[in-house]
């Protein structure tokens, strides 16, 4: 089933409750820079959100480097954001939680 595009003004509103996660120059894309204490962590949060993706069936782009994931969340069939990339953004907030050294939260 395709996902509604959401508002700016919706887009804006689930924004402001979430931290650290930034809107695209277009608008389309949501994107957050994710920093943990080694690549373990990193690789257990990527390990993690990979189930919360394939239970939502919506899949992020990201790119890893030890301890660094860059992650961006976009609902590419409605061509912008959907509440789909928000509930994968929680989700992999609620991942990272616990792994980032106090200092990167």
């Avoid at 089933?1 to 409750?17: D, F, G, R, Y």
């Amino acid at each position: 089933m395709k996902q509604e595009k959401l508002s700016p003004e919706t887009v804006a509103e689930n924004l402001h409750k979430m931290e650290g996660w930034v809107l695209s120059d277009d608008g389309q894309s949501i994107w957050k820079a994710f920093r943990f204490k080694n690549f373990i962590e990193a690789f257990g949060f990527m390990t993690e959100c990979a189930i919360s993706a394939e239970k939502l069936n919506h899949h992020p782009e990201w790119f890893n480097v030890y301890n660094k994931v860059d992650v961006t969340l976009t609902t590419h069939d409605s061509r912008g954001l959907t509440e789909l990339d928000f509930k994968l953004a929680a989700k992999m907030d609620h991942a990272a939680a616990g792994r980032m050294p106090d200092h990167l939260k």
